[in-house]
Antibody, heavy 122, light 108 residues
Framework: QVQLVQSGAEVKKPGASVKVSCKAS????????IHWLRQAPGQGLEWMGW????????DSAQKFQGRVTMTWDTSINTAYMDLSGLTSDDTAVYLC???????????????WGQGTMVTVFS | EIVLTQSPGTLSLSPGERATLSCRAS???????LAWYQKKPGQAPRLLIY???SRATGIPDRFSGSGSGTDFTLTISRLEPEDSAVYYC?????????FGQGTKLEIK
């Protein structure tokens, strides 16, 4: 079945970077956008950006520009989200989600990873 | 950026009742590209409705969506205890994708 499996929990110090992976299975990885989102404790869902695994195109929310890097490796059907300059405000569950086909209009997030908890503290 | 405002903040209802959740956008949502998600603690969000009114795969017909332009509604009929969750609306027609702040549904 179609699924996204994320890497395990991380604990980082302020100023460090974190890299979260999202491994896809059950579909053609390069044919669908992968989005990244997060949910801080007690807060709502926040969209961070997307990557097109077919051509490398990306887009990200303005607040993360300059700090987030979204990459992928089609040989192992895995997307990555790298967030640098971590502060305690970045403590959150980070989620990947599959949206629609790269050949179709924008779509909702039908498939989600299980989430990766990233804790930032000194 | 499209700002989505959900109401009410919290809704407390009994099993068997109907829940009506509202999502208002600060500007018209492109192509009715509006989705609703259910979020329970410790779980990933679950897509309920996309395209404002289309049910996602496996979603029971107790869940229905309606609306267009700037006003959207999620209706949950015949509430069950497992419907207790936070519900988020999201627009995906323009960048940045944005979410409402959520409506917490409590089943008494």
């Amino acid at each position: 079945q179609v699924q996204l499996v994320q890497s395990g929990a991380e604990v980082k110090k302020p100023g460090a970077s974190v890299k979260v992976s999202c491994k896809a299975s059950g579909y053609t990885f390069s044919a669908y956008y992968i989005h990244w989102l997060r949910q801080a404790p007690g807060q709502g869902l926040e969209w961070m950006g997307w990557v097109n695994p077919n051509n490398g195109g990306t887009d990200s929310a303005q607040k993360f520009q300059g700090r987030v890097t979204m990459t992928w490796d089609t040989s192992i059907n895995t997307a990555y989200m790298d967030l640098s300059g971590l502060t305690s405000d970045d403590t959150a569950v980070y989620l990947c989600a599959r949206a629609g086909s790269i050949a179709a209009p924008p779509d909702a997030f039908h498939i989600w990873g299980q989430g990766t908890m990233v804790t930032v503290f000194s | 950026e499209i700002v989505l405002t959900q109401s009410p903040g919290t809704l407390s209802l009994s099993p068997g009742e109907r829940a009506t959740l509202s999502c208002r956008a600060s500007q018209s949502v492109t192509r009715s590209d509006l989705a609703w998600y259910q979020k329970k603690p410790g779980q990933a969000p679950r897509l309920l409705i996309y395209g404002a009114s289309s049910r996602a795969t496996g979603i029971p017909d107790r869940f229905s969506g309606s609306g267009s332009g700037t006003d959207f509604t999620l209706t949950i009929s015949r509430l069950e205890p497992e419907d207790s969750a936070v519900y988020y609306c999201q627009q995906y027609g323009s960048s940045p994708r944005t979410f409402g702040q959520g409506t917490k549904l409590e089943i008494k």
